[in-house]
């Protein structure tokens, strides 16, 4: 996760896809995906530089964006 914006007093997340992540390829290496921090399913607020597992991945006019965000853990 690289960074958490306020647009139009929504929280969104930005994150980037990682080479090396497993992901369907119509989503292209290093492309970057947004999700609503109201989707998020994890104990506490996303911070930069955490990995996240996103799901229902889905191209709109301006990008890509998940659906479920969820933290990955060990």
Excluded: C
């Excluded at 690289?2 to 929280?11: A, E, H, I, L, P």
């Excluded at 390829?25 to 104990?43: D, Q, Y």
């Excluded at 191209?59 to 965000?69: D, Q, V």
Aim: aromatic share 6%; proline share 9%; net charge positive.
């Amino acid at each position: 996760m690289t960074s958490v914006d306020d647009r139009k007093g929504k929280k969104y997340a930005v994150t980037k896809v990682t080479p090396s992540s497993p992901r369907p390829t119509s989503i292209p290496a290093e492309a970057t995906v947004t999700f609503s921090l109201s989707e998020w399913n994890g104990e506490h607020a996303p911070k930069p530089g955490q990995l996240v597992h996103l799901e229902d991945v889905e191209k709109f006019a301006k990008g890509w964006r998940a659906r479920l965000a969820k933290p990955v853990r060990a």
